[in-house]
């Protein structure tokens, strides 16, 4: 069985700083890409960043650069999300998902939810101004 477990979230203040871990486990880690998406009410599910497990690459949207940090520790399966300067606006729902590459151009939409083969439930992270 397919299992991606999500953990870490909390309350936090502004400028704090919070890892989220995502626990994987049911299929191949090594030829699965792992994301960190999340969510708000009223919105859709939005990419936040991604990681290659084969190859290590790295991919984050606008709004997280240089704030957060995406890694993984193949050998347990486990991919971190490292969120530091935390805003109120990064409030939300976090979620990690695996998609399976399919071709060298996967990359390019590795932000759209959609393209994901697994989820997991997610994690609330919420940011007090």
């Known amino acids: 069985e397919v299992q991606l477990q999500a953990s870490g979230g909390g309350l936090v203040q502004a400028g704090g700083s919070l890892r989220l871990s995502c626990a994987a486990s049911?299929?191949?880690?090594?030829?699965?890409?792992i994301g960190w998406f999340r969510q708000v009410p009223g919105k859709e599910r939005e990419g936040v960043s991604c990681?290659?497990?084969?190859?290590?690459?790295?991919y984050y949207a606008e709004f997280v650069k240089g704030r957060f940090t995406i890694s993984s520790d193949n050998a347990k399966n486990m991919v971190y999300l490292q969120m530091n300067s935390l805003k109120p606006e990064d409030t939300a729902v976090y979620y990690c998902?695996?998609?399976?590459?399919?071709?060298?151009?996967?990359?390019?939409?590795?932000?759209?939810?959609?393209?994901?083969?697994?989820w997991g439930k997610g994690t609330l992270v919420t940011v007090s101004s």
């Open positions: 998902a695996a998609i399976r590459p399919l071709g060298r151009n996967w990359y390019l939409s590795w932000y759209t939810a959609g393209e994901y083969d697994y």
């Open positions: 990681i290659s497990s084969s190859e290590g690459s790295t």
């Open positions: 049911g299929f191949t880690f090594d030829d699965y890409n």
